[in-house]
């Protein structure tokens, strides 16, 4: 039985990335924001679409799932493997990347560019719905309870490395590809 590694570190995927098919699974707009050399994006929730393309690119090269943590891109691992497409995460994500010194891509005049990371919205978000709770619990306590709610998300969040509140952000117009761009990633991904 062939052991196969479920990740490589920031080292390991520099030395191989010429021969990795590097996908990034973050939202347009964090992939815009910069990227992996080479990378090609599929957002998390667009996986399903892309896996008749996803198993082809498996078959004749090793897929390396990128993500800023690495959080995602187990997630996206994972469902991946559930359906017999074997691939890797970089340990640590695009952070663990530019702290090890390597670069990242910056596209010139992409339509996403200015769009803020995952993280920064969530906290942004997370921050605006707690201070909305405990200002509007002033007047009426009962919307405390909604500053609690988002607190204990947070921690649930914490413990199990999931977040709900982002995958809701991740459905947003903004953080959505744009018309045509998963074809064109696709068949970017073909010709490969």
């Known amino acids: 039985m062939t052991h196969h590694p479920r990740a490589l570190d920031a080292r390991q995927a520099h030395g191989r ?34 896996l008749p393309d996803l198993r082809e690119a498996a078959a004749h090269g090793e897929i390396l799932l990128v993500c800023a943590s690495g959080a ?21 994500g695009t952070r663990a990347w530019t702290e090890a010194g390597h670069p990242l891509d910056h596209p010139e005049n992409h339509p996403d560019r200015t769009a803020w990371s995952m993280e920064r919205q969530v906290r942004l978000t997370a921050g605006s719905v707690v201070l909305t709770g405990l ?3 002033r007047l009426r306590p009962a919307f405390r309870l909604t500053a609690a709610g988002v ?3 947070l921690v649930f969040s ?31 991904l073909r010709d490969r």
């Open 151 to 153: 607190a204990g998300g």
């Open 72 to 92: 995602r891109s187990e997630s996206a691992r994972e469902a991946l493997a559930s359906h017999g497409v074997h691939t890797v995460t970089l340990t640590g």
């Open 135 to 137: 200002a509007l619990g």
């Open 17 to 50: 990335l010429p021969d990795l098919i590097v996908l990034d699974v973050r939202t347009p707009g964090e992939y815009a924001a910069g990227h992996l050399p080479g990378a090609l994006n599929i957002p998390l929730d667009h996986l399903t679409r892309a």
């Open 158 to 188: 914490a413990l199990t490395d999931t977040c709900g509140m982002a995958s809701l952000l991740a459905k947003l117009p903004h953080n959505r590809p744009r018309r045509g761009a998963l074809d064109t990633t696709l068949a970017a």
